[in-house]
Nanobody, 122 residues
Framework: QVQLVESGGGLVQAGGSLRLSCAASGSIFRINDMGWYRETPGKQRELVARISSVGSSNYADSVKGRFTISRDNAKNTVYLQMDSLKPEDTAVYFC????????????????WGKGTLVTVSS
């Protein structure tokens, strides 16, 4: 079917930067929206950034001006450039994609990666 694999998480000091990547593979007919979500023990999974197949993006207010989402459709990959990181950005970041699979090309389904941990130290 479909697999999403995140990479790029790690430990960074406040004010630093990280770039997350998420590559989708499998029986993909079409990838629609792709996005990044994050989760901490104290919060439910929340939207960080999302990008449509034609490049329209939206961001959580807390990351606007600091994070940039982009995608490479040829590589089925979405990126999240995170600059000016803050300790409150510490979370497990999950990749999400709305994907139409070959066996069901007329409708999309949500797929999730297993997450990558981002830790921002103060």
């Amino acid at each position: 079917q479909v697999q999403l694999v995140e990479s790029g998480g790690g430990l960074v000091q406040a004010g630093g930067s990280l770039r997350l990547s998420c590559a989708a593979s499998g029986s993909i007919f079409r990838i629609n929206d792709m996005g990044w979500y994050r989760e901490t023990p104290g919060k439910q999974r929340e939207l960080v950034a999302r990008i449509s197949s034609v490049g329209s993006s939206n961001y959580a207010d807390s990351v606007k001006g600091r994070f940039t989402i982009s995608r490479d459709n040829a590589k089925n990959t979405v990126y999240l450039q995170m600059d000016s990181l803050k300790p409150e950005d510490t979370a497990v970041y999950f990749c999400n994609a709305d994907i139409q699979v070959i066996m069901r090309p007329k409708s999309g389904m949500d797929y999730w990666g297993k997450g990558t941990l981002v830790t921002v130290s103060s």
